[in-house]
Structures are given as structure tokens and as C-alpha cells.
């Protein structure tokens, strides 16, 4: 009795030792699925934001040419970086802001180009920035020219490429008339005003 107790016993604990091993075995299996798993999404994720155009990608891509057509022989002329932390005095209004934009200094009726390939979203006479043309890119990425002549050349839904008039240089803004005829360049992403240069190279600078 005592023997066949203790077989019984030993045949127990060996079929016991044998679901350990298999129960280890199914946990390592286990985590090595999951290490693979989480290794494949790492790198597909990674392959993903090299080769699909997101934002960044695209905003990289994109270079802008000056909205200003010089004559030949002319430099064109930055007469206010854009600014969001430092103030600058506005002449007009006289009081101390920052400038979301670039201003381009031209005489009258130089012609203002369309930086960069796109759409035009608005053709408006703007309460405070004049008569003034936004033209979407795509990516979220939007140019506006302000205080132009009155007339106007492009019309909402208008196709432009790089480089084509888009409006005269004039001096419609209303508060930036002290500064005399310039052109009033903005760059928005996702509607918010960043810093031109971001896209633009400039000769002089
Ligand atoms: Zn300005």
C-alpha cells in the first residue's frame, strides 16, 4: 500500500513537473509574440512617418518663392520682419504690437506673385489689412497678401502656380497706411500666422 502510495505520488508530481514545463514554455511563447508584435508596429510606424506625406513631410517640401516681382536690378526689400514676440511701434496706429507677417516694400503697382502653387480660398477687402487674396497650398498651409491695389485679379476657386500675379502692391491696409505701398505677407498653418522664413529663402538675408 505504502509503495503504490508513493508511485501514485511520484506520478503526480511528475505530470505536475510536466504542465510547468509546458505552462512555461506557452508564457515564453507568449512574450515572445508580443516582443515581435511591438518590435513590427515600432518599425511600421517609423516606415510610416518617413514615407506618407503628414504634415511635416509636406511642409518641408514646399518652398516659396518672394510674393514681390522686382524689375530687374531691384533687391527686394523686407521693410518689417515678422515678429511675435518683440513689438514693434505701428506708425499708424501708434501703439506697440507684434507683426504676424512680412512687409515687402515696393513702389505702386509692382506686381505681387503667388508664392507657392495653390488655391485661391479669398479675394476680400479686409477691415484692417486692405485689399487682400488668400491662396491655400494644402497640407493646411495658407499665404495671404494684404494691402493691395484695389483691383482684383484672381477670383475665389482661381488655380494659381508659383510665381503668377495675384495683385499689385498698394497701400489699402488700414493699419499699416503710415507705412506707405508694401505688401502685407502672411503665412498661416492651420490658420495660425508663423514666421514666412519658415518657407521662404530670401536673397538678402
Ligand atoms: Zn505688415
Redesign the pocket.
Known sequence: METKGQNILRGATFGDKLRQRAYALTVFIAVLTLATAVTFIAFSTGGADVGSPTEDVGVKAMVFSAPVKMNSGEEIEVS?SYSATELYKNLTLGHWEA?????FKAVEGTDVIAAYAGKVVSVEDHPL?GSMVTIDHGNGVATVY??LQNEKLVAVNDVVVQGQVIGKIGNT?S??SA?GP?????VRENGIEVNPEKYLKLDNK
Open positions: 518689417k507683426h504676424l507677417g512680412l512687409d489689412l494684404a494691402s491696409s493699419v499699416e507705412d508694401h505688401l502685407h505677407f502672411e
